[in-house]
């Protein structure tokens, strides 16, 4: 569908920026001994390796069906996307709040703060960019939702996850920039260890948050509610449908299946009835061209 959000895009914004930003943190950590800036240069090598994974979770989703996967491999992102937020929490959440507790205990003053400043303004811009790349493609899903209402019920798992870790990047700099220039104005190194225990915190819940979602979808999801509300909608004006008694879906990564039991006008011969299904269930095909399996069973009741 030519309006479809592609995910891709949006992995391929991030790995750019992700990567350039690393190295200028590392860089400026090393330089400046700044706890909030080591734990954004962690934070941001984790996100690369993360859309890395990502890239991976799209590549091996395509496989085809075989023998012991009939329904194909579409699930494999869900899996990948469940691992990213792991990393999120652990190499990302956890190492920063490991960070930030070293520095409290034995904190150190910054050395050359500007160039901390210099790279957390950098890396702000490079961010925004990615997160406004990434906002786009999720403009084209959202169909006037609200942005949490979008996290809640989207089925596209690596879109969700490029725009939680997006958004935590980019609070997290705005946090490791605040927190730098009050160690600045104060000359207090105190205030960057809290800035990168601020930072951990941030990470672990957006982390949770990624992978309650995701954990959702690995055990099965339908469609969206209302893609599920147009499909039921649309049997039902087809010219031989009386009536949807029920219609289940299953997300499958990119692909769907669909089963729907339905009421058929009543026809005078067996052939005449097995047509008809077939004319339903091939305007289906054209209107839906992401489920790629269907099952059709015509009834009496439900």
Excluded at 253 to 275: C, F, H, T, Y
Aim: hydrophobic share 50%; net charge negative.
């Amino acid at each position: 569908m030519a309006n479809a959000a592609n995910p891709l895009r949006s992995i391929l914004y991030a790995l750019a920026a992700n990567l350039s930003i690393a190295i200028a943190k590392l860089v400026a950590a090393i330089v400046t001994h700044s706890g909030s800036m080591m734990a954004e240069a962690i934070h941001s090598f984790a996100d690369t390796g993360n859309q890395l994974l990502l890239l991976l979770g799209l590549k091996t989703a395509r496989r085809p069906p075989s023998p012991e996967h009939p329904l194909g491999y579409g699930k494999t992102i869900y899996f990948w996307s469940f691992i990213v937020a792991i990393m999120l929490f652990s190499m990302g959440g956890l190492y920063s709040l490991y960070e930030g507790w070293h520095k409290l205990m034995d904190p150190h003053p910054l050395n050359s703060a500007w160039i901390a400043v210099a790279v957390l303004v950098f890396a702000i811009v490079a961010e925004g960019l990615s997160l406004r790349g990434c906002i786009q493609e999720v403009n084209k899903e959202r169909h006037g939702r609200s942005y949490w209402r979008w996290f809640r019920e989207t089925r596209s798992s690596a879109l969700l996850v490029i725009f939680g870790e997006d958004l935590a990047a980019l609070l997290g700099l705005a946090l490791a920039l605040i927190f730098v220039l009050l160690t600045m104005i104060t000359g207090d190194p105190t205030w960057d260890a809290y800035g990168s225990i601020s930072i951990g915190v941030l990470l672990v819940l957006i982390a949770v948050f990624i992978g309650i979602e995701v954990k959702s979808l690995i055990i099965g999801q339908g469609v969206e509610p209302r893609i599920k509300q147009e499909m039921v909608t649309f049997l039902e004006s087809q010219p031989g449908v009386e009536q949807v008694f029920n219609l289940l879906t299953l997300q499958l990564g990119a692909d769907v299946m669909v089963a729907v039991k339905l009421k058929m006008a009543p026809q005078q011969s067996a052939e005449g009835m097995i047509q008809q299904i077939n004319e339903v269930e091939s305007a289906f095909k054209s209107a839906y061209p992401q489920v790629i399996w269907r099952f059709f069973e015509p009834d009496l009741s439900d």
